[in-house]
């Protein structure tokens, strides 16, 4: 099963400015770095794309939301680029 993990390192917002380009204005760029296990051997580093005003996710375990998929123009399911929402994945009780 694919998962997210956030790190107590990487629990804050990154950000970087792009500046405009023909009198457009400069954007800036919020994303949260994870590291996605997807059954191989090591986790990859990826960055999480935020909106400015949004908290940083916590250190845990997460798993995308089924809001952040869509269907491409030729109608294949896909990952919206723009909107990753992760939901924390439930602790598994040791007996």
Known sequence: MLTIEIDALD???QSR???GQNGKSDRRAFWQVGYMNNGGRY???IEIPMEESQRAYTAGVYSIH???FQAS???KIEL???SIV???Q???KAS
């Open 11 to 13: 629990g804050h917002i």
């Open 17 to 19: 400015t792009f500046a």
């Open 43 to 45: 986790p990859v580093r």
């Open 66 to 68: 089924p809001s952040s």
């Open 73 to 75: 123009k030729y109608n």
């Open 80 to 82: 919206n680029p723009f």
């Open 86 to 88: 992760l939901v924390p």
């Open 90 to 92: 439930k602790e598994s």
